[in-house]
Protein backbone atom coordinates (compact mmCIF):
# COMPACT_ATOMS: atom_id res chain seq x y z
CA UNK A 1 0.00 0.00 0.00
CA UNK A 2 1.11 3.42 -1.08
CA UNK A 3 1.23 6.13 1.55
CA UNK A 4 -1.77 7.05 3.19
CA UNK A 5 -3.38 10.62 2.90
CA UNK A 6 -4.97 12.53 5.62
CA UNK A 7 -8.54 12.87 4.12
CA UNK A 8 -11.87 13.35 5.56
CA UNK A 9 -15.34 11.74 4.88
CA UNK A 10 -18.39 13.56 4.84
CA UNK A 11 -21.81 14.16 2.83
CA UNK A 12 -21.68 14.43 -1.30
CA UNK A 13 -23.17 17.88 -2.01
CA UNK A 14 -23.54 20.26 -4.91
CA UNK A 15 -20.33 21.68 -5.27
CA UNK A 16 -18.88 17.85 -5.14
CA UNK A 17 -20.63 16.81 -8.43
CA UNK A 18 -18.44 18.21 -11.29
CA UNK A 19 -15.07 16.80 -9.51
CA UNK A 20 -17.11 13.52 -8.96
CA UNK A 21 -18.43 13.44 -12.80
CA UNK A 22 -14.71 13.64 -13.35
CA UNK A 23 -13.48 10.38 -11.53
CA UNK A 24 -16.81 8.76 -12.61
CA UNK A 25 -16.01 9.75 -16.16
CA UNK A 26 -12.46 8.22 -15.63
CA UNK A 27 -13.15 5.03 -14.58
CA UNK A 28 -16.40 3.97 -15.77
CA UNK A 29 -17.35 3.33 -19.82
CA UNK A 30 -20.95 3.65 -18.62
CA UNK A 31 -20.64 6.80 -16.06
CA UNK A 32 -23.59 7.92 -14.12
CA UNK A 33 -25.11 11.40 -14.83
CA UNK A 34 -24.82 14.73 -12.93
CA UNK A 35 -28.99 14.01 -12.16
CA UNK A 36 -28.18 10.53 -11.28
CA UNK A 37 -25.74 12.14 -8.13
CA UNK A 38 -28.25 14.68 -8.04
CA UNK A 39 -31.06 12.18 -7.21
CA UNK A 40 -28.61 10.45 -5.33
CA UNK A 41 -28.24 13.18 -2.77
CA UNK A 42 -31.68 14.09 -1.93
CA UNK A 43 -33.44 10.41 -1.61
CA UNK A 44 -33.60 9.32 1.87
CA UNK A 45 -32.63 5.54 0.98
CA UNK A 46 -29.25 6.69 -0.28
CA UNK A 47 -25.73 7.12 1.20
CA UNK A 48 -23.62 9.72 -0.99
CA UNK A 49 -20.01 10.25 0.49
CA UNK A 50 -17.03 11.87 -0.67
CA UNK A 51 -13.29 11.69 0.30
CA UNK A 52 -11.63 14.80 0.91
CA UNK A 53 -8.21 15.89 0.70
CA UNK A 54 -8.27 19.46 1.62
CA UNK A 55 -10.86 21.38 -1.08
CA UNK A 56 -9.96 18.08 -3.74
CA UNK A 57 -12.45 15.12 -4.09
CA UNK A 58 -10.19 11.67 -3.77
CA UNK A 59 -13.30 9.37 -4.01
CA UNK A 60 -17.05 8.80 -3.78
CA UNK A 61 -19.31 6.20 -3.11
CA UNK A 62 -23.37 6.32 -3.13
CA UNK A 63 -25.14 3.08 -1.18
CA UNK A 64 -28.47 2.54 -1.23
CA UNK A 65 -30.40 1.08 2.05
CA UNK A 66 -33.53 -1.20 1.79
CA UNK A 67 -35.41 -2.58 4.39
CA UNK A 68 -32.28 -3.97 6.72
CA UNK A 69 -29.91 -4.00 3.53
CA UNK A 70 -27.18 -1.62 2.47
CA UNK A 71 -25.87 -2.13 -1.45
CA UNK A 72 -23.05 -0.29 -2.52
CA UNK A 73 -24.16 1.19 -5.79
CA UNK A 74 -21.08 3.14 -7.15
CA UNK A 75 -17.56 3.58 -5.51
CA UNK A 76 -14.46 5.02 -7.02
CA UNK A 77 -11.18 6.65 -5.92
CA UNK A 78 -9.02 8.98 -8.70
CA UNK A 79 -6.36 7.70 -9.81
CA UNK A 80 -3.72 9.34 -7.42
CA UNK A 81 -5.33 8.58 -4.37
CA UNK A 82 -5.86 4.45 -5.08
CA UNK A 83 -4.30 2.27 -2.35
CA UNK A 84 -4.10 4.54 0.02
CA UNK A 85 -7.08 4.02 2.25
CA UNK A 86 -9.55 6.16 0.58
CA UNK A 87 -11.79 3.70 -0.83
CA UNK A 88 -11.63 1.49 2.62
CA UNK A 89 -12.46 4.41 4.82
CA UNK A 90 -15.86 5.86 2.40
CA UNK A 91 -16.27 1.86 3.36
CA UNK A 92 -16.17 1.61 6.43
CA UNK A 93 -17.98 4.89 6.82
CA UNK A 94 -20.92 3.80 4.76
CA UNK A 95 -20.93 0.73 7.13
CA UNK A 96 -21.24 3.05 9.75
CA UNK A 97 -24.07 4.67 8.80
CA UNK A 98 -25.99 1.23 7.27
CA UNK A 99 -25.80 -0.13 10.97
CA UNK A 100 -26.88 3.15 12.81
CA UNK A 101 -29.98 3.07 10.35
CA UNK A 102 -30.94 -0.94 11.42
CA UNK A 103 -29.06 -2.34 8.16
CA UNK A 104 -28.02 -6.10 9.06
CA UNK A 105 -26.18 -7.19 5.51
CA UNK A 106 -24.24 -5.58 2.71
CA UNK A 107 -24.28 -6.79 -0.90
CA UNK A 108 -22.16 -5.43 -4.18
CA UNK A 109 -21.20 -6.19 -7.03
CA UNK A 110 -17.65 -6.08 -8.72
CA UNK A 111 -15.57 -6.64 -11.72
CA UNK A 112 -14.52 -10.37 -12.07
CA UNK A 113 -11.11 -8.83 -13.24
CA UNK A 114 -10.74 -6.06 -10.43
CA UNK A 115 -8.90 -7.88 -7.81
CA UNK A 116 -7.49 -4.63 -6.00
CA UNK A 117 -11.44 -4.11 -5.62
CA UNK A 118 -11.76 -7.70 -4.56
CA UNK A 119 -8.99 -7.75 -1.81
CA UNK A 120 -10.44 -4.47 -0.36
CA UNK A 121 -13.94 -6.16 -0.10
CA UNK A 122 -12.42 -9.39 1.21
CA UNK A 123 -10.10 -7.24 3.81
CA UNK A 124 -13.86 -6.10 4.77
CA UNK A 125 -15.42 -9.11 5.66
CA UNK A 126 -17.25 -9.60 2.32
CA UNK A 127 -17.18 -12.94 0.55
CA UNK A 128 -18.27 -14.01 -2.66
CA UNK A 129 -21.71 -16.00 -3.12
CA UNK A 130 -22.12 -15.71 -6.71
CA UNK A 131 -21.55 -15.05 -10.30
CA UNK A 132 -23.73 -12.88 -12.80
CA UNK A 133 -22.92 -13.82 -16.21
CA UNK A 134 -22.57 -10.36 -18.61
CA UNK A 135 -23.47 -7.81 -16.10
CA UNK A 136 -20.86 -5.11 -17.42
CA UNK A 137 -20.90 -3.95 -20.70
CA UNK A 138 -18.31 -1.75 -22.42
CA UNK A 139 -16.16 -4.29 -21.74
CA UNK A 140 -18.20 -7.45 -21.25
CA UNK A 141 -17.45 -8.71 -18.21
CA UNK A 142 -19.22 -11.27 -15.20
CA UNK A 143 -20.06 -9.73 -11.67
CA UNK A 144 -18.70 -10.90 -8.32
CA UNK A 145 -21.59 -10.91 -6.38
CA UNK A 146 -20.56 -10.26 -2.36
CA UNK A 147 -22.33 -9.97 0.71
CA UNK A 148 -20.94 -9.05 4.20
CA UNK A 149 -23.65 -9.70 7.47
CA UNK A 150 -23.25 -6.29 9.90
Known sequence: MTEAIPF????????HVPRVLEIERA????????SAFHHEMTS???VA??????????GFLVGWIAADQVHVANIAVAAGYRRRGVGTGMML??????????????SLEVRESNLAA?????RLGYHAVALRKSYYSSPAE???VMVKDL
Open 8 to 15: VIGKMDRS
Open 27 to 34: CYPAPWSE
Open 44 to 46: GSS
Open 49 to 58: LVALDGESVA
Open 93 to 106: RLLEEAVRRGCVSS
Open 118 to 122: RSMYS
Open 142 to 144: DAV
